[in-house]
T-cell receptor
Framework: AQSVTQPDIHITVSEGASLELRCNYSYGATPYLFWYVQSPGQGLQLLLKYFSGDTLVQGIKGFEAEFKRSQSSFNLRKPSVHWSDAAEYFCAVVAMEYGNKLVFGAGTILRVKS | SQTIHQWPATLVQPVGSPLSLECTVEGTSNPNLYWYRQAAGRGLQLLFYSVGIGQISSEVPQNLSASRPQDRQFILSSKKLLLSDSGFYLC????????????FGEGSWLTVV
């Protein structure tokens, strides 16, 4: 069965510092991978997605993620974090079975200190 | 463009009372529809999904049910709420046109007291 692991529950970075959020997935075939962001009390907003092709994908708000098949990873990065990036981030994989369900990681809470 | 509406945004209900959360999608036809729950301090759990009118699949046994009376309407219900039903409920839809990207509504906060 498909699964997603986000090993870091909380991460704190200084404003202006670089960021990398880790995501590992378990899936037998080529996965459809996503990163979503959730601000407190809000719904989920899609940051970026990977389906095929270039393994480095660009998203909104200056985020990017790199798909590494050999490591079963899809880590999210940003070169310079802004205070407004503080939120919870979810990695997800589409379960390519009936219904195309999203399977989520447990999430990583990002705190930004000034 | 496609949009998703979910209501009510917040709800406080006593234990044992019924529940109805509604979700509608505009600007698309025959979408896959989903209900997720996010309990406090926990990740997202898929509750139900639907690939068509009247077609509901349940992911976990629980006190909730779902219905899809129309193509773009998805309803989450309960006959008698439990305290453990409290959480943040998210409706979502699947845009097959953009490679199965799933988009979420703004969510509904349910507090059972």
């Amino acid at each position: 069965a498909q699964s997603v692991t986000q090993p870091d529950i909380h991460i704190t970075v200084s404003e202006g510092a670089s960021l990398e959020l880790r995501c590992n997935y378990s899936y037998g075939a080529t996965p459809y991978l996503f990163w979503y962001v959730q601000s407190p009390g809000q719904g989920l907003q899609l940051l970026l997605k990977y389906f095929s092709g270039d393994t480095l994908v660009q998203g909104i708000k200056g985020f990017e993620a790199e798909f590494k098949r050999s490591q079963s990873s899809f880590n999210l990065r940003k070169p310079s974090v802004h205070w407004s990036d503080a939120a919870e981030y979810f990695c997800a994989v589409v379960a390519m079975e009936y219904g195309n369900k999203l399977v989520f990681g447990a999430g990583t809470i990002l705190r930004v200190k000034s | 463009s496609q949009t998703i509406h979910q209501w009510p945004a917040t709800l406080v209900q006593p234990v044992g009372s019924p529940l109805s959360l509604e979700c509608t999608v505009e600007g698309t036809s025959n979408p896959n529809l989903y209900w997720y729950r996010q309990a406090a301090g926990r990740g997202l759990q898929l509750l139900f999904y639907s690939v068509g009118i009247g077609q509901i699949s349940s992911e976990v046994p629980q006190n909730l049910s779902a219905s899809r009376p129309q193509d773009r309407q998805f309803i989450l219900s309960s006959k008698k709420l439990l305290l453990s039903d409290s959480g943040f409920y998210l409706c979502a839809w699947n845009d097959r046109g953009s490679g199965n990207t799933i988009y979420f509504g703004e969510g509904s906060w349910l507090t059972v007291v």
